[in-house]
């Protein structure tokens, strides 16, 4: 039970009025909604954005290190093709989620 300003105590059980049953996954509640696809899209975006990113580092340190020469151009070019295509990609899945969050919400609060 959490307590808000006011002393308006929270709890996840819901008044006997209503019918009395627990909240469900179903509630809107959580750090990204509890929308399936909302979960997906936000689990998509970190990955690409986290893969992009270990791959524009290890490409740094390569050519720091001089691992990523002429002798190593495949990796090379799969390493610099995972940025230039996985930033972009995230970027994308970024607004889909902004545009399907705020979607969600603009409908929750014309219900209220």
Do not use: H, Q
Request: glycine share 14%; net charge positive; proline share 4%.
């Amino acid at each position: 039970m959490r307590r808000y300003p006011g002393g308006v105590a929270k709890t996840n059980a819901a008044p006997a009025a209503r019918g009395g049953s627990r909240t469900t996954a179903n509630d809107g509640g959580g750090f990204l909604g509890a929308d399936r696809w909302d979960r997906i899209i936000g689990a998509a975006f970190f990955g690409v954005m986290i893969l992009s990113i270990v791959a524009f580092i290890v490409l740094m340190f390569g050519a720091f290190t001089g691992f990523l020469n002429t002798s190593n151009t495949e990796l090379y070019a799969l390493l610099l093709g995972v940025p230039f295509i996985g930033l972009p990609i995230a970027v994308i899945l970024l607004i889909v989620l902004l545009v399907r969050m705020t979607i969600r919400r603009r409908r929750e609060n014309a219900g209220r």
